[in-house]
């Protein structure tokens, strides 16, 4: 039976790619306080393990899906990258370019001290800063420099045993220098400072939420007296009443009819009017003044809530607070902003900016919220179609610009398929952001082309390099262990401190910005679980766009410097 099996896989290598995906997902998904291998590492030593048996793999299927998996990368994070080198977000930008600097100087004087070959130096540092897609275009530059067979082989078999060894400290390591150690070596009280960041910025914690029988945002009816306040006023003057705060009155009830509000209608004595806002303001400040009546009709408001996709140049860059008083918000209520390729939730604040590419969640009446989307973009409606036909040209545009290669002298430069792709992925992503209208990519769909495009490719690196990869762990042991710790702690010290005392960011996002740097997201977890806030994930996005395209590119820069 087992020979049975043995020899099916190698007759059929494509069952033992799927087989590693299946363990590498599986033991890959388990995880202690947040932390485990993940299932890029499960998958590469489930795969590691299967290549024992001796598979051959032949043809495009690996550069096939690295292709895609770059796209992706590129796509989801184009938005931010472009934002932070072109506008204000370039100090952000410049640290994170700083921060890989420091990556990737360290990997290349940790191989050269120790004397490693190009492919462990590789290895090392893909596994020491968590970045498996700098293995792909370190294997196109390798095949690039016109070895032997049998040395190119020899230096690409090394990648993933390095890449194994380094990569749980790389992981777990990170999360516990930033969020366990770097608040001490800082001298940062994290919990204070997101405390603190709140306060001056407008914001404070709110407490109950998803799951709970507490909801932030209610509408509930109130009697108008003749002597009471807004008897005789305009619905907006009537609103304009607490300029502190946001609210509406969305309907009334007329001479025992129902009729729709606008900022011109007047309110009555004897009126019952419907009002929107936050539970706190309508129990403590309206309800202690007002006689709340229970008229089931006309709170039975229609109320919508909608993803929209942020794409208009008139309020990006603009604060919530810039926003709230526009028109077109009137009525609305943001319940959430997502950014970034890994949809990072940022904090709800009246000086947090709106940039294009957001992913905003609005809830209120349906005729406000549909004023409200057109001001901001497009609903975001949720769809399993995919613009295949964009993704393949993009991808193939991408890959011929990378493949063209330019001469200076005898030395040959290019992007390299991978490049292309990535730098399609990134200029696509963008250009959707401004224009909508085309190269739709669902979500899930972008998390398969990224998650399993990557670990597809992983997989047959994995097989193909099985069976060296005991001898070569026998050789580097644990002095490359104790390099990969070297490796991930000390650019995560170096961008701390340069963090704090030359770029001067503020201490509740200082850890986000460098977690983003390193695009680790296991540390930026743990960030926000020590700051019992989610303020440090505004320091992530632009960081992470920048720093997941440059240790990509790096991958190809470390081999020129290697040799």
Not at 19 to 38: N, P, R, V
């Amino acid at each position: 039976m087992i020979d049975w099996l043995f020899q099916t896989l190698r007759t059929y290598p494509e069952i033992a790619i799927f087989l590693s995906l299946a363990l590498g997902y599986y033991f890959g998904s388990f995880t202690y306080k947040g932390l485990g291998l993940g299932a890029v590492t499960a998958t590469l030593v489930a795969a590691v393990i299967i290549g024992q048996i001796g598979i051959t793999i032949s043809g495009p299927l690996k550069p096939f899906f690295f292709l895609m998996f770059l796209f992706a990368i590129g796509y989801g994070v184009g938005p931010q990258f472009v934002r932070g080198i072109a506008q204000d977000g370039v100090p952000q930008a410049i640290f994170a370019a700083v921060v890989c600097v420091f990556c990737l100087l360290s990997a290349y004087l940790g191989a050269k001290v120790a004397g490693y070959d190009v492919g462990s130096a590789i290895g090392l540092y893909a596994g020491s800063q968590t970045i498996s897609a700098s293995m792909g275009l370190a294997t196109d530059a390798i095949n690039r420099l016109g070895l032997p067979a049998d040395e190119a082989k020899k230096l690409l078999d090394a990648m993933p045993v390095a890449y194994a060894v380094t990569y749980i400290f790389g992981t777990v390591g990170s999360a516990i220098v930033l969020a366990l150690l770097g608040p001490a070596l800082l001298g940062i009280d994290l919990e204070a400072a997101c405390k603190k960041y709140e306060e001056e910025h407008g914001g404070k914690k709110e407490l109950g939420g998803p799951g709970t029988a507490w909801h932030q945002f209610d509408v509930r009816a109130y009697r108008v007296h003749e002597r009471g306040p807004v008897a005789g006023k305009t619905v907006g003057q009537a609103e304009a009443l607490l300029p502190d705060h946001r609210i509406f009155v969305l309907r009334l009830r007329q001479a025992g009819k129902i009729a729709e509000a606008t900022s011109d209608t007047v309110i009555h004595a004897g009126d019952v009017v419907a009002v929107a806002g936050r539970r706190d303001v309508l129990v403590q400040l309206i309800g202690e003044q007002a006689e709340e009546v229970d008229d089931r009709e006309l709170l039975a408001v229609p109320i919508e809530g909608v993803d929209v996709y942020v794409t208009s140049k008139d309020v990006d860059g603009k604060t919530l607070e810039q926003l709230a008083k526009e028109p077109g918000a009137r009525g609305v209520f943001l319940r959430k902003i997502a950014r970034g390729a890994i949809a990072t939730e940022i904090p709800i604040l009246p000086n947090t900016k709106i940039n294009r590419g957001d992913i905003l969640t609005l809830v209120g009446r349906t005729s406000d919220v549909a004023a409200t989307t057109k001001m901001l973009g497009r609903p975001d409606r949720a769809t399993d179609v995919a613009d295949v036909a964009f993704i393949g040209a993009a991808i193939a545009i991408g890959a011929l610009v990378g493949a063209f290669v330019y001469k200076i002298g005898s030395v040959p430069l290019t992007l390299s398929t991978s490049g292309g792709a990535l730098i399609s992925g990134l200029f696509f992503g963008w250009l959707r952001s401004v224009h909508p209208t085309f190269g739709r990519i669902p979500s899930p769909t972008v998390w398969f082309m990224n998650s399993v495009g990557l670990n597809v490719f992983i997989a047959v690196v994995g097989i193909s390099s099985g069976p060296g990869f005991v001898a070569g762990l026998q050789k580097l042991g644990f002095s490359l262990f104790l390099w990969g710790v070297v490796v991930t702690t000390v650019p995560l010290i170096l961008a701390m401190f340069v963090g704090k005392y030359v770029f001067r960011f503020h201490d509740a996002i200082l850890l986000g910005c460098c977690s983003g740097a390193r695009t680790t997201t296991a540390s930026l977890g743990m960030i926000n679980d020590r700051a019992k806030s989610q303020i440090p994930g505004l320091g992530y996005t632009v960081t992470y766009a920048v720093g997941n395209t440059l240790l990509t590119i790096w991958g190809m820069v470390l081999v020129m410097m290697m040799t």
